[in-house]
């Protein structure tokens, strides 16, 4: 098997240039982290997610400057309501002031927004903030900021079974016309392509019930930072790695290198 080998740094001592096709084009991350961070410093909790907020200024700039198409944050999973109610206020009110504060800065630069997740479990004034922001940058043609928030990849496939299943039961769809884009269609994620790279930070190697079905082909990267330490230079380092991996998509190197030859 031949290794990949990383392109020699320039001359001048810029960072070299990647391959086009070698970026990823849908970068999902599971920010995992900030109140480790706080205890650390003997902060309170609610401290560590407003460095997470910092943290993610920083990445959103980073990753449209390497030219990520798509840019996914795990923010709050459908999990996320069982810790303490004190800290679920808090995410609550932060996640509303990004939205009322944010969202021009993404618009002035061209980031589209969407947010994904079961919505109604959401205030009122959050629900009105969301679709606003949505609005708001849906014209936009930069790169597209996804943000899921009470979310889980499991009730995302079961809602899209239930759906399907009604169309069988209404007679608007047979039980054989249901494949892997029927389910795709029927998922929150509809509009949102397969994940090329999943980061997770703070050391954790696991999916948190993320994005199971766009994660399905997705090159892993587990990064020991905690989240609020993570920054452009990381997300650098891990879109650097990605460059290096070879994705078969289930094929043999044999094949992958007589398609690019």
């Known amino acids: 098997m031949t290794s990949p080998q990383l392109p020699q740094a320039q001359q001048d001592g810029t960072p070299p240039s990647r391959p086009e096709e070698a970026s990823p084009s849908h970068?999902?991350?599971?920010?995992?982290?900030?109140?480790?961070?706080?205890?650390?410093?003997?902060?309170?909790g609610v401290r560590g997610h407003r460095a997470g907020v910092e943290a993610v200024r920083a990445v959103i700039e980073r990753a449209a400057q390497r030219g990520v198409q798509t840019l996914s944050l795990f923010a709050f999973s459908s999990e996320n309501w069982k810790r303490p109610a004190a800290e679920v206020n808090a995410l609550m009110e932060l996640f509303l002031m990004a939205l009322k504060r944010e969202v021009k800065k993404l618009n002035e630069r061209n980031i589209r927004l969407s947010i994904i997740g079961e919505q109604r479990g959401f205030s009122h004034a959050i629900q009105k903030h969301i679709q606003?922001?949505?609005?708001?940058?849906?014209?936009?043609?930069?790169?597209?900021?996804?943000?899921?928030?009470?979310?889980?990849?499991?009730?995302?496939?079961?809602?899209?079974?239930?759906?399907?299943?009604?169309?069988?039961?209404?007679?608007?769809?047979?039980?054989?016309?249901?494949?892997?884009?029927?389910?795709?269609?029927?998922?929150?994620?509809?509009?949102?392509?397969?994940?090329?790279?999943?980061?997770?930070?703070?050391?954790?190697?696991?999916?948190?019930?993320?994005?199971?079905?766009?994660?399905?082909?997705?090159?892993?990267?587990?990064?020991?930072?905690?989240?609020?330490?993570?920054?452009?230079?990381?997300?650098?380092?891990?879109?650097?790695?990605?460059?290096?991996?070879?994705?078969?998509?289930?094929?043999?190197?044999?094949?992958?290198?007589?398609?690019?030859?």
């Open 27 to 44: 970068v999902a991350i599971i920010m995992d982290g900030n109140n480790r961070w706080a205890r650390a410093r003997g902060l309170s």
């Open 132 to 261: 606003r922001a949505e609005s708001l940058t849906a014209e936009n043609t930069g790169m597209h900021l996804v943000i899921a928030a009470n979310y889980g990849g499991q009730w995302d496939l079961a809602r899209a079974a239930r759906q399907l299943a009604e169309q069988v039961a209404a007679g608007e769809l047979a039980a054989s016309d249901i494949n892997e884009a029927r389910l795709d269609e029927a998922m929150n994620t509809h509009n949102v392509p397969p994940v090329d790279l999943c980061i997770r930070t703070s050391g954790e190697q696991r999916l948190s019930n993320f994005m199971l079905w766009q994660l399905a082909y997705a090159e892993l990267h587990f990064s020991p930072l905690l989240w609020p330490d993570f920054n452009g230079a990381a997300l650098d380092e891990a879109l650097d790695d990605f460059c290096l991996r070879r994705r078969r998509f289930g094929m043999t190197d044999a094949q992958i290198e007589a398609q690019g030859a």
